[in-house]
């Protein structure tokens, strides 16, 4: 099994900044890709950033220029970076991990949600 945690979201001001983790540990094998959601109250849960293994990274167009992903491979940690936070970024963010463990192939695990809210 693989358990994620997450941390750093909060309230912040349109215009601010805010910086979340998720920490995978567990019986890992290998990690595939690591990677953000986020879901909006009404809307459906949608890909903020994604980093495959190897280093590739991609973001949804609403984000790019804004955001910014990075791994800490020798910590399991994904991080990401919010800059210039608008209103309609307010969401509960989602960690998502793609990993092998030495019971089972390859399985999405999700941490439990951070809520981000950009309000002045």
């Known amino acids: 099994q693989v358990q994620l945690v997450e941390s750093g979201g909060g309230l912040v001001q349109p215009g601010g900044s805010l910086r979340l983790s998720c920490a995978a540990s567990?019986?890992?094998?290998?990690?595939?890709?690591m990677g953000w959601y986020r879901q909006a109250p009404g809307k459906q849960r949608e890909l903020v950033a994604v980093?495959?293994?190897?280093?590739?990274?991609s973001y949804a167009d609403s984000v790019k220029g804004r955001f910014t992903s990075s791994r800490d491979n020798a910590k399991n940690t994904v991080y990401l970076q919010m800059n210039s936070l608008k209103p309609e970024d307010t969401a509960a963010y989602y960690c998502?991990?793609?990993?092998?463990?030495?019971?089972?192939?390859?399985?999405?695990?999700w941490g439990q949600g951070t809520q981000v809210t950009v309000s002045s």
């Open positions: 998502n991990v793609r990993a092998s463990t030495r019971g089972s192939d390859y399985m999405d695990y």
């Open positions: 567990g019986s890992i094998r290998s990690i595939f890709a």
């Open positions: 980093i495959i293994s190897g280093g590739s990274t």
